[in-house]
């Protein structure tokens, strides 16, 4: 290449070429070497980067002084370094930066190198206080075999999670969850685990805490359910007492009270063809008979007689209402006395919303054995309704609501399906005992 003042004109920018041209007499005086990376223009006007590297060479007499050297185009190299330091700042800022502790451990567990976020966690106020020392001691001592396989997995090429305790310097105890992956060099080989940890000692508590307060809501579920269980049981209890009561006491001494009537009736021939004292007779008779359904109502006999079919039938005899029915038994196991009593409550519930707001004419009650309990459905050809949530507890559906409960408190399920004109089902499922 030529040299001088006159080659000089393609170098690139102004500071180059300054930097150049003394750089180069420098070494023409002294004969030293000559070696430099420097910008030039090209003839179609790209700036490029070459090295370019020379020595003076004389004759022996030193009369005569000539250049020779190469010139390389050193462009890709440069741009190939230039994003190398980017990306190498990037991940230091990266590194510096991050909220999450950053660290290289080697595979003795020596720590390598750990960011501020890091530092800050284990209490160390300064890097000499970790980095160069081994990070086991500060793993929490149950906890620290499963942080040394992890470290040392890392090394054979795995890779892998872990959550664990530290104990920092100041004494303060922390919960931890890692990732770790290896960091290999440019040949390939692994020289650090490379793992990002952050610290999950307010998130574990805030599970602590919640796992806390959803057993504290079980519990106060379960003590809910006792009480009403207890509750249903006191009430049903309390129904056949007076049941009991009625047609032992009231009925005997009321259907007494009518024989003493017609005998005296008898015994006064004036009365035989007395309207009022027919009136009187008929009223009485109907009193007994509304008493004697009472007691239905209150208790059916047929669920102390342990026939859920039979205290339904009952019911309908005493209280047909308004529209044809029929019974499907299907049970092939009878459920106990508490279950059986739920499901009747629940059917009669289901029948007094029929009488009171389908105006339906058919209705159909059908009884099976499934899933290891009962099934019930009752289906009716009223005009139906839109069964959302907030209908359950309006005034007029409060029953709606009591069978769900009823069903969920036995641990069972109600469903209730209706629309607009297409009539309406209940359906729910009972375990064969509580």
């Known amino acids: 290449m030529e040299r001088g003042s006159d080659a000089l004109v393609r170098v690139g920018p102004p500071d180059d070429r300054e930097a150049v041209i003394a750089e180069n007499k420098r070494c023409e005086k002294s004969g030293e070497p000559y070696a430099m ?28 002084r000539a250049f020779q050297g190469v010139v390389f185009d050193v462009t890709e190299r440069r741009e190939a370094e230039a994003k190398l330091a980017e990306s190498a700042e990037l991940l230091g800022a990266i590194f510096y930066s991050e909220p999450e502790c950053v660290k290289l451990v080697a595979s003795d567990g020596t720590l390598l190198e750990m960011n501020p976020a890091g530092l800050e966690m284990v209490e160390a106020e300064a890097a000499d206080e970790v980095v160069g020392s081994c990070v086991y001691p500060i793993i929490a001592e149950e906890h620290r075999e499963a942080f040394r396989a992890l470290n040392e997995s890392i090394f054979r090429g795995a890779s892998g999670s872990l959550e664990f305790d530290i104990v920092g310097l100041r004494g303060t105890r922390r919960s931890m969850e890692t990732t770790s992956v290896p960091l290999r060099d440019a040949a390939g080989h692994i020289v650090a685990c490379l793992s990002i940890t952050r610290d999950v000692t307010d998130r574990k508590r805030a599970a602590s805490e919640l796992a806390h307060t959803l057993e504290d809501l079980k519990r106060s579920s379960e003590d809910r359910l006792q009480m009403l269980s207890r509750l249903v049981t006191a009430q049903e209890d309390e129904r056949q007492r007076i049941a009991l009561d009625i047609h032992d006491d009231t ?11 017609d005998t005296f009736r ?17 009223t009485f008779q109907a009193a007994i008979a509304r008493l004697r359904g009472l007691t239905f109502e209150l208790r059916p006999p047929g669920l102390d007689q342990g026939s859920l079919v039979a205290a339904v039938y009952q019911h309908l005899e005493f209280d047909p209402g308004d529209f044809q029915h029929s019974i499907v038994d299907r049970l092939g196991e009878q459920p106990s006395v508490d ?20 105006a339906a004419t058919k209705v159909e009650i059908v009884l099976d054995s499934r899933e290891g309990g009962i099934g019930v459905a009752i289906t009716d050809d009223g005009h139906g309704f839109v069964p959302d949530d907030a209908a359950l507890a309006r005034p007029g559906h409060i029953g709606l609501a009591s069978m769900r409960e009823r069903a969920e408190l036995a641990g069972g399920r109600l469903e209730i399906r209706s629309a607009r004109g297409s009539g309406t089902c209940v359906s729910f499922w009972l375990p064969l005992s509580v």
């Open 266 to 282: 008898r015994g006064r021939p004036e009365l035989a063809d007395d309207p009022h004292f027919d009136a009187l007779s008929e």
């Open 37 to 64: 990376q420097y910008r030039m223009l090209r003839k179609d006007g790209a700036t490029i980067w070459v090295e370019d590297s020379w020595v003076v060479v004389t004759d022996d007499r030193d009369e005569y």
């Open 251 to 261: 009925i005997q001494k009321l259907t007494a009270v009518g024989i003493r009537l």
């Open 339 to 358: 279950i059986a009593t739920t499901a009747y409550r629940i059917i009669q519930e289901a029948l007094a919303n029929i009488r009171k707001h389908a």
